[in-house]
């Protein structure tokens, strides 16, 4: 069975940083894209970066110049690095990863890590 399995939140004052890891496990074949989203209380769920299979990354216009997405591709692993955090960053953050299983024709599905709080205090 697939699971993302997201670590590194917490609480941390504006201006200071945070680096996110989600870790992919499970008998998969092949991930392609994995993003990172944030879901705020009484807000709706926000894509914050994504990066493609071959590295390239894409991020939203509120984190970027202060949030860096990477991968290992290896260790089937996603990393947020977040600087120059503010209370707006604040916010249950997600892991997906677009993957494909081990099996006979299998097809990519998306699949989603159970969330980590960032808290961001004045």
């Known amino acids: 069975q697939v699971q993302l399995v997201e670590s590194g939140g917490g609480l941390v004052q504006s201006g200071g940083s945070l680096r996110l890891s989600c870790a992919a496990s499970?008998?998969?074949?092949?991930?392609?894209?994995m993003d990172w989203y944030r879901q705020a209380p009484g807000k709706q769920r926000e894509l914050v970066a994504t990066?493609?299979?071959?590295?390239?990354?894409n991020y939203a216009d509120s984190v970027k110049g202060r949030f860096t997405i990477s991968r290992d591709n290896a260790k089937k692993t996603v990393y947020l690095q977040m600087n120059s955090l503010n209370p707006d960053d604040t916010a249950v953050y997600y892991c997906?990863?677009?993957?494909?299983?081990?099996?006979?024709?299998?097809?990519?599905?998306?699949?989603w890590g159970q969330g980590t709080q960032v808290t961001v205090s004045l």
């Open positions: 997906y990863a677009y993957l494909r299983e081990w099996g006979w024709n299998r097809k990519f599905n998306s699949y």
């Open positions: 990066i493609s299979s071959g590295g390239v990354p």
């Open positions: 499970g008998s998969i074949s092949s991930i392609n894209a």
